[in-house]
């Protein structure tokens, strides 16, 4: 998670995971929690897999093409 500022709120979802499991210990709210992990964790693995990643590039340049010839508003 290292500065890819997509994935940060969502990361508080393994937390929940983590909490949940002990919590599904008792009968009734157990299938309940697990149901709500169950799409908690769809939802986590769609926004990881559609972040996009950053490869850092010492090489690259930006071109502005408004300002390439000069003209400034």
Do not use: C
Not at 12 to 30: D, M, T
Not at 42 to 59: D, E, M, Q, R, W
């Amino acid at each position: 998670m290292n500065r890819q500022n997509a994935i940060r709120p969502i990361a508080i979802i393994p937390i929940f995971g983590i909490v949940g499991s002990f919590l599904a210990i008792i009968p009734f709210l157990g299938i309940l929690i697990h149901w709500i992990l169950f799409f908690l964790m769809i939802l986590f693995v769609l926004v990881v897999l559609s972040a996009p990643t950053y490869i850092p590039n010492k090489n690259a340049r930006v071109i502005y093409t408004q300002y390439k010839d000069g003209h400034r508003e």
